[in-house]
């Protein structure tokens, strides 16, 4: 025994190898894939993997495991998730061999007109507190997941959360590093310290949390029904505190509520299929860069070269002027969705790319009429579910109502009260929403459901995953630990307009030649260590008749499976 450990050392010497080095693989990739033949759940935290998997384990499906984890997430990872933020999902269902879309956004207040900006001298609608509140779609999207492929009681499923809410869990490291930064400028808004700050202070990392009014709250629902949320005392409870502190969100605001099915939609990238969800979400804009990098020989530039990354980054600046003056929602907006995804489009939008020069500025097209939890589980029985959802700014408004243990969301932000803009604020309207869950077949069968969390870095991320998978051939831990890039600096749906060329983010890990080259191209380089995402992802192998799971080593998530 103690001559193979000198023999592996020798070996180590000589090529060089350090301890953190791999034999297999890209020397990028933190661990290898898990590969299981029944299940398998990847999430932003293990405790709420493990949930997943439990419940798969019980007989429910992946439909049933997703929710169940959403909610273990609520609360566990409250500094991205829960019940008072919003939902989008991708379901593959195995019966129907169909990918259905789920858009469980909420909309703004009814009572709340665009005068009330107007009339108080408000020119963009605040952050934090009540006014950005919306309605938190998330539960209803649980319903509506339930109702259509949900298989255990809602009993069943919420148990796992009941039971860490209740007894406590300890708090993961990167979790309790955001929990502080928030609850620093939080802990003023009313009932937020008193959930999230027990002693005064949030919990650091491995300290156990727990949130009896959580508990409370997520046992009326197991008892009662997910739509005991909006239509008993939990939402008369959210209206009462809202009145009684200067909102505008109401129990008819949540009554009202439904969540809505939606048609994905879709791009070919060199034989596979992207699929994402329609706007008042950005995912198209993923859709738009494929389209355009489709045009170039990607595969043939290599990756982290500063011709790629140039490409890639040019393709977003021009997809991203399109999400500024377009992505709103549809039920107030015509919305040329088909056009701004077409083949067509995309080369008239590259006659605009200088192959050798970063843009100041690109000018939205004009196409022809004809910090956020992502998760995503795969069953035995072959359904798949994408699923993404999201207080936003972290931990929301910091309006937490009384006596329930969740935060509201205020994606209310989003909108712009620019007159006249796609995305102009009106009561009962969905804002821009920033979060999409991505899923890719391959001739009719499904491959991958993953997602990238992170704002603006979402639709940049996707297309960096798609990419890494088909055109560099990396295997699916691989694609989400490389090196990645973030462009910041194009106009937003909220109408504020870029400056200059805007900042090029990029990981450690690039080739320093290729960095100069891109300064050189016009690019402004910044290095950091944050804002690239959070991956998660599941393939199934069609071949062998396995799923391999993936999580990237940027957040505290685990894939596993059985």
């Not at 408000?122 to 997941?145: H, M, T």
């Not at 359904?383 to 207080?391: E, T, Y």
């Not at 690239?532 to 998530?557: C, L």
Request: charged fraction near 20%; charge should be negative; aromatic fraction near 12%.
């Amino acid at each position: 025994m103690k001559s193979i450990f000198v023999y592996i050392f020798t070996l180590l010497l000589v090529f060089g190898l350090q301890a953190q080095d791999r034999l297999t693989g890209k020397q990028f990739a933190t661990r290898s894939e898990v590969i299981a033949r029944h299940g398998m759940a990847a999430t932003s935290q293990p405790l709420a993997t493990q949930a997943a998997l439990d419940i798969l384990k019980k007989g429910g499906n992946a439909i049933d495991a997703a929710i169940a984890a959403n909610a273990v997430l609520g609360l566990m990872e409250p500094t991205g998730s829960g019940m008072g933020g919003d939902l989008f999902a991708i379901v593959w269902d195995a019966k129907t061999r169909q990918l259905y879309g789920l858009n469980s956004s909420g909309p703004s207040p009814k009572s709340l007109t665009i005068d009330y900006f107007k009339e108080n001298n408000i020119e963009k609608i605040p952050a934090l507190g009540p006014l950005p509140v919306s309605v938190p779609g998330c539960v209803d999207g649980w319903n509506e997941l339930h109702k259509k492929f949900g298989s255990l009681s809602e009993e069943e499923i919420l148990s796992p959360a009941i039971e860490y809410a209740t007894n406590g869990f300890p708090v993961s490291e990167l979790i309790a590093y955001y929990w502080n930064r928030n609850a620093n400028y939080l802990k003023d808004y009313p009932g937020f310290a008193e959930v999230y700050m027990p002693d005064g202070k949030s919990p650091a990392k491995g300290e156990v949390f727990k949130n009896p009014f959580l508990a409370e709250t997520l046992s009326i629902l197991a008892k009662k029904g997910f739509r005991a949320f909006y239509e008993g005392e939990i939402a008369k409870t959210i209206g009462k505190y809202m009145e009684q502190n200067g909102g505008f969100l109401s129990y008819k605001d949540l009554k009202n509520y439904h969540a809505e099915w939606v048609e994905p939609v879709t791009t070919n990238y060199h034989g596979y299929d992207v699929w994402e969800l329609p706007p008042n979400g950005q995912g198209i804009a993923a859709l738009q860069m494929l389209n355009m990098l489709e045009a170039y020989d990607v595969a043939a530039m290599g990756f982290g070269s500063a011709e790629y990354l140039h490409l890639l980054t040019e393709a977003k600046k021009l997809a991203f002027e399109d999400r500024a003056k377009f992505y709103a929602d549809p039920a107030f907006n015509d919305i040329p969705v088909e056009e701004l995804i077409s083949k067509e489009y995309a080369s008239e939008r590259l006659e605009l790319y200088n192959e050798n020069k970063a843009s100041r500025y690109y000018p939205a097209g004009q196409p022809e009429k004809g910090n956020t939890i992502y998760l995503t589980v795969a069953d035995k029985d072959g359904n798949m579910i994408s699923l993404i959802q999201s207080n936003y700014r972290g931990m929301g408004s910091g309006m937490t109502p009384t006596g329930l243990g969740f935060v509201l969301q205020d994606r209310g932000e989003l909108f712009t009260l620019e007159e006249g803009h796609f995305n102009t604020y009106e009561p009962g309207k969905r804002p821009f929403h920033t979060i999409i869950p991505a899923f890719i077949t391959k001739d009719g069968k499904p491959w991958v459901s993953f997602g990238v969390m992170g704002g603006a870095m979402q639709p940049q991320g996707h297309t960096q995953i798609v990419v890494n998978l088909v055109d560099f051939g990396m295997n699916l831990q691989e694609a989400g630990d490389a090196p990645r890039i973030r462009h910041d600096g194009s106009s937003e749906p909220t109408g504020e307009r870029m400056e200059g060329t805007g900042w090029l983010n990029m990981e450690t890990g690039f080739d320093k030649e290729e960095v100069l080259k891109l300064m050189k191209m016009g690019h402004k380089i910044k290095s950091s260590v944050g804002g690239y995402g959070g991956y998660q992802a599941i393939m199934w192998d069609d071949k062998n008749k396995v799923y391999y799971g993936a999580s990237e080593s940027r957040k505290d998530g685990q894939a596993s499976g059985y």
